[in-house]
């Protein structure tokens, strides 16, 4: 084997760096037969680091002819040795340069490491104090108990006055101060004397004898003092300092707490420090907000309890809870009472709190407008009266001449006033609208027809009049007809406790004519003297507060509602709540189609801007942000849900007579513009459902009809009605292709007129038996081999061929049956009256006998009607 190494060429001077410690280099062996193999050989040498202190060792230390270097310990004798000659004295070599030590961890690890020594070091400081402050109590506790048993011991030492008077009490004799010498040896000589109780005496002269009563000394311990370190032992406190030198040496035999350590330690610190400090601390009280639902586990949380606690106290009540069950408002309020916490108790219709403002001051109030509804039976001339008082002709525009929707107008006298006027369909079905138009209104005008009189509708009126408890004033239409009857009206009025001023009564009234424009001024004047008697005023300026007359979902508009705003301003921007929608108003449309930036009091506008189509007669209000109007529009729609989808209570009775009855369901799906129409639509199709049949709606909405509309009801085969909207451009295939049955209507007794004979097409015709006479068996007679004929006396009504026929036998019913043929004489006939005789032959039984009646009816089927 042979070694070999190729020498590289350096360039300048050696890069700066650590001196390698691995040597490598190339070995070959050589084998026989000319075999040669080339191995890689590595040599690691150990690294020498210097401590700081240390003489670095010596670059190339000579093994012989090693040179005396002087030391500096000292030397074994003290004997000093005689200096050697100048020129025999070897040359002291220079000092070695110290280098820096060479340190393996990076600049974040030793930062680290410093970091946790400090640490140490300080907590080591806390405990070090900790301790101190310890043992000062325990030695003030142990001085202030030895200080109370010397006082014992000297009370119980005290002499007696017959010790004192003892004449065989053995002198004392006490030296004089001597040379500093015997002062030191005399606690030596102090201690055997006082145990064995005997006089001492020293070397100096005695001085004349004083006699004294001897005591017993007391003992008293020497206060303990804390140890202190020794110089040379390493105690915690100086190990926990951190130097220059420590931080630099590479002595990793002690090893640094971790920063877990730390935390632990001062966690350890922390609880100790507060459980102290918890033992003389009280009971603090809370006020605990409960809701109408709680979990024991979220009750213990709000009262900081413990749940077992509680659920303890339950169990005394006689409650068998866990932690994870609810408990009602009451049952926690006991709780919260028994551990000694106040209760707090909040609702989930809290969030409507505040909502509706508060009362206006006295000072704020202006005068407003007067709030005028026209209410009575249809076609008695509301709307023509409402247009000869503004000018217009809506009735034009009408289907079928009757007003289906409620309309909310401003009219400008001529003396300059303001009257908001709302007109209310007079159809029996829209009894909602009549009521929610009683309820706004400031004042109700009744319109009775002269040549018609008091109707139903009218009746109605006057009753949700004094349900609203609002004042009312007659217009008597149609007084321009040769058979108008003004007098028969007010007498009419009398039966329903309404008596006008011409009869001694407070209710005004006034002849009028829509279509000549009589009487419309002394209307007009009638109306304002009612409002100033009522002294209408609202404040302005404020958030405004409103009611919705009518709602719809415009195609390009959206969602509309038409709003009269009772209190209050409605500005462009406001963000409002109606009903279970929410919304910020983008537009404000006036009853001319004119858009304004706000609304005062008892204005009627067409809000746009919400967030879906609200009900009729919900309330509008302005709040001061989106984030307040959808948490209480998310509460309304919530209690909504929750009331659409509770389960009714029942009972036995009602179960089994819903299993026992048969009830036809007659599916439909209704789609309206208004929402007034589609709520008066709904109700109306309920009134007509009867007993044996019903309606079901399976859904009703307003604005056009939509694809889910048709998929809705192709799944239960139920006829969509579209009042007075049509299909969308996708639905309308869609039907056509699911074979769907769309009806359109625009007049509402057209439509219920069509539905009520649908309706009544599902049920069987009605089968109506009538009794045409009776007779009886005589005697029975073979006819054929198999049948029999009966010998028939009729006593009652006519027999005839081919009647059916029930045969009796002691009020028993036998068979029913059919007359198959009819002889008198041997002659057939077709009919035989009473007081004669007959021979009969019964259809499909033989079963007769003599004494049996024979009772024949007719049976006609008649259309079910609803």
């Keep these: 084997m042979s070694d070999s190494k190729e020498d590289k060429p350096v360039l300048g001077r050696k890069p700066l760096g650590i001196k390698r410690t691995v040597e490598s280099g190339q070995v070959q062996q050589q084998f026989s037969h000319g075999r040669k193999n080339t191995v890689v050989v590595e040599v690691k040498r150990r690294r020498v680091l210097g401590k700081p202190g240390e003489a670095a060792p010596a670059a190339a230390a000579p093994q012989a002819d090693p040179v005396p270097v002087a030391t500096t310990a000292a030397p074994a004798a003290p004997r000093p040795a005689a200096p050697p000659p100048p020129q025999q004295r070897a040359p002291q070599p220079a000092p070695a340069r110290q280098s820096p030590p060479q340190s393996l961890m990076s600049r974040q690890e030793l930062q680290a490491k410093l970091l946790r020594e400090a640490e140490e070091a300080r907590m080591n400081a806390l405990e070090d104090a900790r301790r101190r402050e310890a043992a000062e109590r325990i030695a003030a506790v142990e001085n202030e108990k030895r200080r109370a048993e010397e006082n014992r011991q000297a009370a119980e030492a005290a002499p ?486 509770a389960s009714v209570p029942t009972n036995f009775e009602n179960m089994f007579s819903a299993l026992s009855t048969k009830v036809i369901e007659y599916p439909v799906v209704i789609r309206g513009d208004v929402q007034g129409s589609v709520e008066a639509i709904v109700s109306a199709l309920n009134r007509i459902s009867t007993d044996e049949i019903k309606v079901r709606i399976l859904s009703s909405g307003v604005g056009a009809i939509t694809e889910s509309d048709v998929t809705l009801a192709s799944a239960s085969r139920a006829p969509l009605i579209g009042f007075n909207v049509r299909p969308n451009a996708k639905a309308r295939p869609l039907a056509i292709r699911e074979k769907i049955s769309l009806r359109y209507y625009d007049v509402i007794y057209d439509l219920l007129e069509e539905v009520r004979n649908e309706m009544a097409g599902q049920l069987a015709p009605e089968r109506i038996e009538t009794i045409v006479g009776r007779a009886e068996v005589l005697q029975v007679f073979p006819a054929g081999k198999k049948d029999k004929a009966a010998g028939l006396l009729v006593k009652d009504g006519v027999i005839r061929k081919g009647l059916n026929a029930r045969l009796t036998r002691d009020d028993v019913i036998v068979s029913k049956t059919v007359i198959h043929s009819l002889r008198r004489f041997k002659d057939d006939v077709s009919e035989v009256r009473a007081g004669m005789e007959c021979g009969a032959v019964l259809q499909d039984t033989n079963d007769i006998k003599a004494g049996d009646t024979l009772e024949l009816f007719e049976v006609e089927e008649r259309i079910r009607t609803l």
Excluded: W
Aim: hydrophobic letters at 40%; aromatic letters at 2%; proline letters at 6%.
């Design 160 to 645: 007696t006055v017959e010790e004192a008077k003892a004449p065989e009490a053995a002198p004392v004799v006490e030296a004089p101060a001597a040379a500093p010498q015997e002062v030191a040896a005399a606690p030596d000589a102090a201690a055997p004397a006082a145990t064995d109780e005997q006089p001492a005496a020293t070397t100096a002269a005695p001085p004349p004898p004083r006699r004294f009563t001897p005591v017993t000394p007391v003992k008293r311990p020497e206060p303990t003092k804390p140890e202190r370190a020794k110089k040379g032992e390493d105690h915690r406190r100086q190990a926990g300092k951190l130097t220059v030198t420590k931080a630099l040496a590479d002595d990793d035999s002690a090893r640094a707490r971790s920063l877990a350590a730390l935390k632990r330690a001062r966690e350890k610190e922390r609880r100790a420090h507060y459980a102290g400090g918890s033992k003389t601390r009280e009971k603090q009280s809370r006020d605990v907000v409960v809701p109408e639902v709680i979990t024991v586990q979220e009750l213990a949380n709000r009262m900081a309890e413990k749940g077992a606690d509680l659920v303890k106290s339950l169990f005394k009540m006689g409650q068998a809870v866990t932690l994870n069950q609810s408990i009602d408002q009451d049952t926690a309020e006991l709780l919260v009472e028994e551990f000694g916490h106040r209760i707090q108790r909040v609702s989930e219709a809290d969030v409507e709190i505040g909502i509706e403002g508060d009362l206006d001051p006295v000072e704020s109030l202006k005068v407003r407008a007067p709030v005028v509804t026209i209410m009575g039976h249809v076609d008695h001339g509301k709307t023509s009266l409402l247009d000869a008082l503004r000018g217009t002709d809506v009735v034009a525009g009408e289907s079928g001449g009757i007003t289906q929707h409620i309309g909310a107008y401003q009219v400008t006298t001529k003396g300059g006033d303001i009257i908001t006027f709302l007109d209310t369909p007079g159809h029996e079905a829209f009894s909602e609208m009549r009521a929610r138009g009683a309820n706004v209104t400031d004042i109700v005008i009744l319109v009775v027809a002269a040549d018609d009189g008091l109707m139903p509708q009218t009746i109605e009126a006057i009753n949700h009049t004094k349900a609203a408890g609002v004042p009312m004033i007659v217009a008597i239409n149609k007084c321009d007809k040769p058979e108008a009857n003004p007098q028969k009206v007010r007498e009419r009025l009398l039966e329903h406790e309404i008596v006008v001023e011409d009869m001694g009564g407070d209710v005004q009234d006034v002849q009028v004519s829509a279509l000549k424009k009589t009487g419309l001024d002394e209307l007009i004047e009638k109306i304002l003297l009612q409002a100033e008697v009522m002294e209408l005023t609202a404040n302005p300026d404020r958030a405004a507060e409103g009611n919705v007359i009518e709602a719809q979902l415009d195609k390009g508009r959206g969602a509309v509602a038409t709003v009269l705003v009772r209190k209050g301003t409605l500005k462009v921007g406001d963000t409002f709540v109606i009903g279970a929608e929410s919304g910020k108003v983008r537009a404000l449309v006036n009853d001319k189609g004119q858009q304004v930036k706000s609304a005062g009091p008892s204005t009627p506008v067409e809000v746009l801007g919400l967030s879906g189509v609200p009900m009729a007669g919900d309330q509008m209000t302005v709040v001061e942000n989106e984030a307040r109007a959808r948490e209480v529009a998310a509460y309304r729609q919530e209690q909504i849900t929750r009331k659409r989808t």
